[in-house]
């Protein structure tokens, strides 16, 4: 795993910590595969029915849940992780805080969350 991965896992773990159960969720407004453009992580979000998401991540594909936040972020539960994801303004979806704590831990180590991945339809 070169560095530049690692670093990216770091602090996708470090979203993952800090990150809160959903407590309800919206309509479904995300449907098809969203694939990486560039570093990250995760290499596909494919976004299905019932609130079910195939993600892959290191060549392995596993299932998770998704649910839509009232202001049009998705939330993404996967094995214990949570990833919020929102409308980058170019139709794709980038890593985004998840509430206002993430927001202000992430301004005081000095991090971006979307520099975690861009994701766009396949």
């Known amino acids: 795993m070169g560095a530049d991965r690692i670093s990216v896992f770091l602090r996708l773990a470090f979203w993952s910590l800090l990150a809160i159960p959903l407590s309800g969720c919206g309509n479904?407004?995300?449907s098809g595969a969203y694939v990486a453009k560039?570093?990250?992580l995760y290499?596909?979000?494919?976004f299905q029915s019932d609130h079910k998401v195939a993600v892959t991540a290191f060549g392995q594909t596993m299932e998770g849940e998704y649910a839509m936040m009232d202001d049009g972020r998705v939330r993404i539960m996967l094995n214990g992780s949570v990833v919020t994801l929102?409308?980058?303004g170019d139709g794709c979806l980038e890593?985004?805080?998840g509430d206002a704590n993430e927001a202000k831990t992430a301004a005081q180590w000095?991090?971006?969350p979307s520099e975690l991945g861009h994701f766009c339809q396949e």
């Not at 290499?43 to 494919?46: C, G, L």
């Open 28 to 30: 479904s407004d995300v």
């Open 95 to 97: 890593v985004t805080a």
């Open 86 to 88: 929102k409308d980058s």
């Open 43 to 46: 290499e596909k979000f494919d």
């Open 38 to 40: 560039g570093q990250a």
């Open 110 to 112: 000095q991090m971006d």
